[in-house]
């Protein structure tokens, strides 16, 4: 039996994020092990967990709230990218892109999934973020 998440393009988008995610935490320095690694990874693998939690059949409102933090932790991966590109902690800038577009593709993919349920339902909600590509 599959579980409704499963199911979801975004859920697996989110797998194919995580995976990009472990792979540069790997590539993080010994001495960035319990700040920048965990907390990239930590984040991460929230964003996969919201998703799956909030397809639970609950309301729409319900699966919106838990979209919104799933776009919260994928922010949180992005700006500690931000950070691992200003100290230099990987050269590799085309794996970098790699992993920034990534990101781009799944927080549309959240904006437009919370969208979809907000068209169905009343909710309060953030404005839609617009995501560029000019970061390198």
Not at 24 to 46: C, G, M, V, W, Y
Not at 100 to 114: E, G, T
């Amino acid at each position: 039996m599959a579980y409704k998440f499963e199911q979801l393009d975004v859920w697996q988008i989110s797998l194919d994020y995580l995976d990009l995610i472990y792979e540069l935490a790997d590539k993080l320095p010994e001495h960035e092990k319990f700040n920048l690694k965990s907390q990239i990874t930590r984040a991460s693998t929230s964003i996969s967990l919201n998703i799956a939690e909030g397809s639970t059949g609950q309301s729409d409102a319900e699966q919106n709230r838990f979209l919104g933090m799933a776009i919260r932790s994928l922010i949180e991966t992005v700006a500690c990218q931000r950070i691992i590109i200003r100290r230099n902690y990987v050269s590799d800038k085309s794996f970098m892109e790699k992993i920034d577009l990534k990101s781009q593709d799944l927080a549309k993919r959240l904006f437009a999934f919370r969208k979809s349920l907000k068209s169905s339902s009343k909710s309060i909600g953030e404005e839609t973020a617009i995501y560029g590509t000019d970061l390198f």
